[in-house]
């Protein structure tokens, strides 16, 4: 479907895609509509150098044992072996790092609330489009903070973040909590994620939020005076979302039919198409409502091919998830309405042209809302608690599980565990995941 | 000045900075606005991997030899050695040929206008922040067209995009024109430039645009099936503009106090600085006027640190560049006004407090006009015509000028060669260069 779809295509670099325009624009959108949320929550961009060198990526311990088996290596600069190999950047902390030790020095300076877009590259063994692959896009913040409570509370704010952004924009409801120490982040002290559920009954880890404490603090020996003079080590976080969401966005909502976008961030949220294009009046009433359309901040295609049949075009934009489809023909003129077809239900209803913008916008918010609902009715009845050994026993047999993550809500408390029988400390989501 | 003004940093990787928040919000407002100028010229943008296999570097003969000198090899991925080592991008025709080469089937398929924003990375001798280093930011255009014809005008569109985004929205005047064959891209059939004249009177390069004709269809074997069914090879053309154009800003419109950013692109439009803050009524009134402002969608700072005195403000806010200092204290407050001082002239005046946000933005608007005036006074006093080669030969002899380009309007023609004495078929413009 990512192919069919021009999402995206195959390229001759292993495991590395590249983003077709119309994947490509949904990125885009991701990108403008987060982007305005981290700016409304004090944060601003930088660009940091793509590649880093080994020295800076052996000073943690933890991250570099995660994260070295699968760097790209720079050996070579022109004509002349390096004398110390480059990563290209599978992630940013150790750059950061090493910046952050330079332009911290007073309590004055903090906090210092970054975040950078870019690529990123692990040389996974195996990939798949949107999901693993070996270069993708991301945005991964990076803050620095005087004390322990301000980089929890920036933790949390930024899961919390990405979870109104999945469920309000992208329409995917998530469950947001603790990662088990197994599975947090290489070097990370507490990692928070939110966690998906695709229409198989796997989950998807859609985005994290981690909270380092000092550990890089002390290694990079990012330090501050504080107000009584005092040099105290920094609390850092990072989090992250990357083109993964777009894998998100087509397993949640996807049919068999083919994509089904969510109005927010589809790159045309309905396409018009002339019908009997060659009847006097047709295409000048299609442009009328194309101009209309885009005058009212809807994202619009109006496709005047002449090749390929009205049918053909159905398909084709089913296939791409255009929320709304608008039909033009000769009678829909005459009666002085567009047939209007909704992607996610395919209900078919007429609408005054006079008023086309205006209905077209409610249509698009009401899709919106309904995809959230369909997704999250899903998501809740194939949740299930379980209070006993046998009932985990035979997820785990049935699913190969693993554990995903800790809920911020931990009622019921003091249940059993299903493992050991002894009373349980935490409740936590399994599931199989991608 | 550059790190002065917090636009950048230098880091530990050979070559590479890193954008600061300052700097990077200068590019994001550069790639904003010209953005906006590609997509109403009908291109769509996409993400293409940042390695490149050697094999299709190689392709076309002058491109490679142009290129390989400067490339960064990746041979090691994981901990495997790599069996075809991968160039770090140094630019992407040979990535996006390849793929066009799938794409493109049909003349129903053309034209793809394409374009991607990224870093690349040149494995530079020797680098100077914003213009020349081993990694910098960048957009490259990439087009596929039946036809010649097409070609070239798409090759003059888009340096006419950038000769207007250069005049309109960076305030500087540029010489738009074609480069010599010398002068040309490697593998490009004609290259086109738009070239700045900074205040030390050196040319900049600040943007490029090249026609490849069939020179990289033929090897990349990009062909359509025409209308009448014939296999004929694409022509293609592609274009770009980098963070050197932060450097033409700088060195165009800088002067001894630091930065002078031109309105459209700077980050903050204008500073409100509270004078005697801790006096009744003073920071209540700055608000005021930084809500007024920032309603108005003027890029607004309120600058309300407690730990340096107005002076001390005064001098950083100039330093960085900001075009409109608005001063708040109680006598202004008295008389209902605020004092406001434009940084291109120094020039003091007061506004009433209850029309600030509309004065402010047509003092803007004549701010960004002055200084495309100013800059383009100086271009012109310091562009000489040579007739005679004993003229030529001091300037050579001052300032080891090299050939720009030759400007599309060849007036006045049949001139004598300043070189050789015998008729001239070209007019050209020389400069010492960046």
Known sequence: MVTQTDLMDYTPVRGCMALKPYGNRI????????????????????????????SLLLKEADHVEGFAPEVAWVTQGGT????????????????????????????????????????????????RPFLRTAEFWWQEGHTVHATAEEAEEETQQMLNVYKTFCEKNLAIPVFAGQKSDKEKFAGARATYSVEAMMQDGKALQAGTSHNFGTNFAVPFNIQYLSKDSKLEYCHETSWGVSTRLIGAIIMTHGDERGLKLPPMIAPFQAVILPIAAHKGGVMEKCEEAFNALKAAGIRVKLDDRDNVSPGWKFNEWELK???????????????????????????????????????IKKLL???Q??????????????TKDVHTYDEEDKIKEETNATSRNMPFDQTPFGDTCVCCGRKADKVMYFAKAY
Chains 1, 2 share one sequence.
């Open 27 to 54: 990125w885009e959108l991701i990108h403008e509509q987060l982007d305005q949320m981290f700016k409304d929550t004090g944060h601003e961009n930088v660009s940091m150098p793509m590649l880093i060198p080994e």
């Open 80 to 127: 002349e072996p390096l004398q110390e190999r480059l990563a290209v950047r599978p992630t940013s902390e150790t750059i950061f790092c090493t910046m952050f030790s330079k332009w911290v020095q007073s309590y004055r300076d903090l906090p210092l609330k970054y975040n950078q877009w870019c690529s990123v590259m692990r040389w996974e063994k195996t990939t």
């Open 321 to 359: 998830g255009v929320p709304v489809r608008v039909e033009l023909g000769p009678k829909d003129i005459e009666n002085g309405v567009a047939t209007v077809m909704r992607r996610d239900t395919f209900e078919k209803t007429t609408i005054p042209l006079d008023n086309l913008a205006e209905e």
């Open 365 to 367: 918010e009401d899709i």
């Open 369 to 382: 809302q309904n995809m959230y609902k369909i997704a999250d009715e899903f998501r809740l009845a194939h």
